[in-house]
């Protein structure tokens, strides 16, 4: 095993975190003129998810960064002028156009593999016959290519659907927008801009990249963390690493080695601390051991554990105020109002800050009341559901 490098610096576990949060958006003035393409540049991927309770979770992302943006005109940023595609990073995301050619390794590797989870029953020619839809009728979703099912349960894809998807795997079709929450596919070499459509990089030089932009976008992380949020191997980052421009260093408590971004060291962190909800999905906490080491805060999504064993919420949203994760909101809608089903806060403390969060959300959505129903400890209910109230009622 190569023998690690020093580290060139030492931070506390203060410092890394408030790094971190510069570098997610959360710190600081945020960039309003470039707006929610701004943010995905910045972090490189925004995880796409079906979950939608305030909005969807790519939606979220910017909101929480940027305020009260308007949702059409982000879905408007992700989706026109072929700005930016849809593929397979930390999961499915929605990442820049201009990262097509660092994602050629993945595209090999599934080429190398023959198949999905599906196998088609006659490839060339179902492969074929989606081509050329696709080039006479311009982009399509799988319903228009004629069907994403058999009839049966979800995964039971027909032909169609399977190699579409296995033909976007591979890179002969892209997604650069979604009608509906459906894919829209398109030919590559008609949607990826033609200094971009190619594979030449090699795997070295693809990670390399993917690296480098992981340790940007969360300003100092372990070598597990550069990993998990492209998914990559924790090998494949140690292979790259040196290569980078990152600098090794040491973070008080963390126990691990660490890399950050020089631009990351080279200015305090300062400025002005977001107070928002978070999406479960957002990059500032997908990575549930990092968040824990970050923020000292346990978090799991509990949509898909029975009602009777959910401890938090269905889709509990972390609250970030001054810097740390302070509680839990489970938002709903009724008609115009937004309920807060179930809040966990911290302290007294976090109740301004929830009370912040929640009204902000409702008049985002476009609710027209807010409504706190369970709250823990039932000590703040009554000063938070007042909170609320207030608060809603000055915006």
């Not at 490189?44 to 009260?68: C, F, K, N, W």
Request: include cysteine; charged fraction near 25%.
């Amino acid at each position: 095993m190569t023998a690690l490098p020093p580290p060139q610096l030492s931070l506390s576990a203060d410092e890394a975190r408030r790094i971190a949060l510069r570098a997610q958006g959360f710190l600081g003035a945020p960039d309003r003129r470039a707006g929610t393409r701004g943010v995905l540049r910045a972090l490189g991927a925004v995880q796409l998810d079906t979950i939608s309770v305030l909005a969807r979770s790519h939606e979220l992302v910017p909101y929480a960064r940027l305020g009260a943006v308007g949702r059409q005109a982000v879905e408007e940023a992700y989706w026109s002028d072929d700005h930016a595609f849809e593929y397979w990073s930390h999961a499915a995301c929605i990442l820049p156009v201009e990262e097509w050619p660092h994602f050629a390794f993945r595209r090999r590797a599934r080429r190398a593999r023959g198949h999905r989870w599906h196998v088609l029953a006659d490839a060339e020619r179902s492969c074929a016959a989606v081509l050329d839809r696709l080039k006479a009728d311009g982009p399509l979703t799988s319903t228009e290519l004629g069907g994403a099912k058999n009839g049966g349960p979800w995964w039971d894809w027909s032909e169609t659907k399977i190699a579409v998807e296995w033909l976007l795997d591979t890179g002969e079709v892209v997604c650069t927008r979604r009608r509906g929450w459906k894919r829209v596919y398109d030919l590559a070499e008609r949607a990826v801009p033609a200094e971009l459509l190619h594979d030449e990089l090699d795997d070295t030089e693809c990670m390399r990249r993917l690296v480098a932009q992981a340790g940007a976008a969360m300003g100092v992380a372990t070598r597990a963390d550069l990993a998990d949020y492209h998914r990559l191997k924790g090998e494949q980052v140690a292979a790259v690493i040196d290569g980078t421009d990152l600098v090794p260093v040491e973070v008080e408590g963390w126990g691990k080695p660490a890399w950050a971004d020089p631009a990351a060291l080279a200015a305090e962190p300062r400025g002005r601390h977001r107070t928002t909800l978070l999406s479960p999905f957002d990059s500032l906490v997908w990575d549930r051991p990092r968040t824990e080491r970050i923020f000292g805060f346990t978090h799991r999504l509990e949509a898909y554990t029975p009602k009777p064993k959910r401890v938090h919420g269905y889709f509990a949203m972390p609250l970030l105020a001054g810097g740390r994760l302070v509680g839990r909101v489970d938002p709903a809608r009724e008609g115009s109002t937004l309920v807060a089903r179930q809040v966990t806060l911290d302290g007294p403390k976090a109740v301004q800050p929830a009370a912040d969060a929640i009204a902000e959300a409702a008049g985002w959505v476009g609710c027209v009341e807010a409504r706190v129903e369970r709250v823990l400890p039932e000590t703040l209910r009554e000063p938070l559901a007042a909170a609320v109230r207030l608060t809603h009622d000055r915006r």
